[in-house]
């Protein structure tokens, strides 16, 4: 299980933290990642990280901007969301698997096997 937490309304320009807890299966084995789904558009990958190792990947879109994170002790993936632009309005989605997907989605299609609810953001 997933849950995501951290969503909320934002001036263009400021930050959100997102937090993602997940529990129910062994954290570490598993590669989690970021996704976001603004409406009338396609699911797209944001940031992923293996949760045993140091490589992240980023959205060329947050490069920059947004910084995924975890805290293996806790079982917790982060996004740290600064310089919050419009365009990042939209559902943000936790996910894990274990096949390292990186941010792929292809169609909307984003091929991690578990996800959590999802946490809506909203910049103005």
């Known amino acids: 299980q997933m849950v995501e937490s951290g969503g909320g309304s934002v001036q263009s320009g400021g930050s959100l933290r997102l937090s993602c807890a997940a529990s129910?299966?062994?954290?570490?084995?598993?590669?989690m990642g970021w996704f976001r789904q603004a409406p009338g558009k396609e699911r797209e990958g944001v940031a992923a990280l293996y949760t045993s190792g140091d490589t992240t990947y980023y959205a060329d879109s947050v490069k920059g901007r947004f910084t995924i994170s975890q805290d293996n002790t806790k079982n917790t993936l982060y996004l740290q969301m600064t310089s919050l632009k419009t365009e990042d309005t939209a559902v943000y989605y936790c996910?894990?698997?274990?096949?390292?997907?990186?941010?792929?989605?292809?169609?909307?299609?984003?091929?991690?096997?578990?996800w959590g609810q999802g946490t809506q953001v909203t910049v103005s």
């Open positions: 996910a894990a698997d274990l096949t390292g997907w990186g941010t792929y989605c292809s169609g909307g299609y984003c091929p991690f096997g578990y």
């Open positions: 129910g299966y062994t954290y570490s084995s598993y590669y």
